[in-house]
């Protein structure tokens, strides 16, 4: 039988010191790339939430979308995507979140979601939770229902797990693998 | 019967003077957020080839990842993403193409392709086609074997079929819609 989870796991790889200095990155171009870790992913996914039970999919840019577009494909979803400013054509919702130093803005289109809408929101990784509350808070303000948050991968250290459910309560978080 | 070419073009969305002035931006993100839509264009990508005939699909950041990932997932074959300078953390090869004004840089992992694999490079608009001329640059560099070009939509005024056909006479362009 198939160990998902460990092979999820050894397919991602340790960076040190990217993007800057004293970061680990984790990279999960490998795990993309291994046709059996990639689908197993995506159908875990699906699996863990049930088909029929999602309307839209929100992927957060750019790797975000990696996992998120085919697991709205696998749903028989529509996927609707979160970027940076500047990057969406048509007028925008939009919210930004903290950062270290500094802050981000995530944008998507008025109208991309309908009111009612059951939507999951999935993205590669949680780190501190910053970006998934940010489009939480967008897919609420669309008037649409936030399903819960799925990832490959949550940073356990980072704590956002616990950061995110101060914003979101009731939000059910899954993640495939944990560190 | 579902006319896929109808419903697909009437989900592509025209947007002026977008990122530019004077450009007409084509809108693909009504296409993704209608799962019909989505999933029709998917499917259709993967029936041109016929499933088990790709290892690796090869996806050009951002909006290219969109339709590149469900496309690998549905092959079942591993992805692979072509990104801007700076993205991927590992080691990579590199190619460059000319713009109007100046250059871009696109970035592959070395490794991510193993030499005789066959690879299906996917975007979402073929427009002048240097973005899709490097990406198949880069798949040669790594000695694997392009087997086509999938786009969605192929801006065919601008005559990028043909510049491709010039840097990869033997290419098999196939593209759901064309303007």
Chains 1, 2 share one sequence.
């Not at 979803?77 to 939009?94: I, Q």
């Amino acid at each position: 039988m198939l160990d998902l989870e460990a092979l999820l796991r050894s397919r991602i790889v340790d960076v040190p010191d990217f993007p800057t200095p004293g970061v680990v990155f984790k990279d999960i171009s490998p795990l993309l790339a291994d046709h059996v870790a990639f689908a197993g992913a995506v159908d875990a996914v699906v699996a863990f939430h049930g088909r029929g039970t999602i309307d839209k999919v929100v992927g957060i840019e750019a790797r975000g979308f990696l996992l998120a577009a085919p697991v709205a494909y696998q749903f028989g979803a529509g996927f609707v995507p979160v970027r940076k400013p500047g990057k969406l054509p048509l007028a925008t919702l939009e919210t930004s979140y903290d950062l270290e130093y500094g802050s981000n803005v995530l944008q998507m289109h008025e109208g991309a979601l309908q009111p009612g809408e059951r939507v999951l929101v999935v993205d590669d990784v949680l780190a501190t939770g910053g970006t998934a509350a940010a489009a939480c808070r967008l897919v609420r303000e669309a008037g649409a229902e936030v399903v819960g948050l799925s990832v490959l991968l949550e940073l356990g250290f980072l704590e956002g797990r616990a950061l995110l459910h101060q914003a979101e309560p009731d939000l059910e978080v899954h993640a495939l693998l944990q560190t």
